[in-house]
């Protein structure tokens, strides 16, 4: 592996793989590291992949550099800060038909399933009528990024796991306020399904809580990512499971089979467009 950006994720995700037996070939943490890396890249005696876990901004740069190289990516959120950069790497990915991962780790928590299943997105039969999203933390990481693009991408690409793609692309962004620290944003679908969401990572309080209501504004399902057990409303027990476990998983399964992956793939893309349509709101 040769990983791009050995901050806190960086360190972190280098670990992880250490413990599941890949062998770090390099590590750059600079732009002049990184640069020297992709001398390299042309000599691959042996299978390897990249994992970027630079600044959100410069993402899209590496994932691009990478791909081009005919390297495999597994690069943390956010894909890339625009929707053009985002669409744009996963065609090159899908049309060099490598595996490109993002690090939406949530997406694998082992209460999502279940919630998952609770959640029905057939609007006209099913109970569901809103779902509110809040996100609080105290952290002074991905300061070259507002907090649309550090903590509220997890929760819209949480959304479109949930939703699906035909009902997510009817997204319409109603009402937007907050600041570099702090957002607030409404969304509604065609079928008038809404969704509320909240981010504040200036926030000594942490808390990562995804909720559903019915219409008579009563809970009917909720699971808080930052609770290692919990008993939701809807019975769902978030067990102290190990998301990242089971996100290293299906990238080795992306790795064997990079179409297994465009799924998670098309969500990320969807988060990032969304994501810059907030972010031009606030602007």
């Not at 001398?39 to 630079?54: G, H, M, N």
């Not at 990512?225 to 939701?232: G, L, M, Y």
Request: glycine share 6%; with cysteine; proline share 4%.
């Amino acid at each position: 592996m040769i990983l791009v950006g050995n901050g806190v994720m960086g360190r972190r995700h280098a670990a992880r793989f250490t413990e599941l037996g890949t062998h770090i070939v390099s590590i750059a943490d600079t732009a002049v590291d990184a640069d020297r890396i992709f001398d390299i890249l042309p000599c691959k005696e042996q299978p390897f992949f990249a994992t970027i876990a630079s600044p959100a901004s410069t993402h899209a740069d590496y994932v691009r550099r990478f791909l081009n190289a005919g390297c495999p990516v597994f690069v943390e959120k956010p894909l890339a800060t625009s929707a053009g950069d985002a669409f744009a790497l996963a065609t090159l990915a899908k049309s060099k038909d490598l595996p490109l991962f993002v690090g939406h780790s949530e997406r694998y928590h082992p209460a999502i399933p279940a919630f998952t299943a609770v959640f029905n997105p057939e609007f006209a039969a099913g109970e569901i009528a809103q779902v509110r999203t809040r996100r609080r933390s105290n952290s002074e990481r991905c300061r070259d990024v507002s907090v649309v693009f550090d903590l509220l991408i997890h929760d819209l690409d949480l959304l479109h796991l949930l939703l699906g793609a035909e009902i997510a692309g009817t997204v319409q962004i109603n009402e937007t306020t907050g600041s570099f620290d702090f957002v607030q944003a409404e969304l509604s679908f065609a079928s008038g399904f809404c969704v509320k969401m909240s981010a504040d990572r200036k926030n000594a309080k942490s808390s990562r809580v995804l909720s559903a209501y019915n219409a008579q504004d009563e809970e009917l399902c909720s699971v808080n990512f930052a609770v290692p057990a919990e008993e939701p409303a809807c019975g769902i027990i978030s067990s102290a499971g190990d998301a990242l476990a089971r996100e290293y998983r299906t990238f080795a399964e992306v790795l064997r089979n990079p179409g297994a992956g465009r799924a998670a793939l098309e969500s990320a893309v969807w988060a990032v467009s969304v994501a810059e349509k907030i972010q031009k709101r606030l602007s």
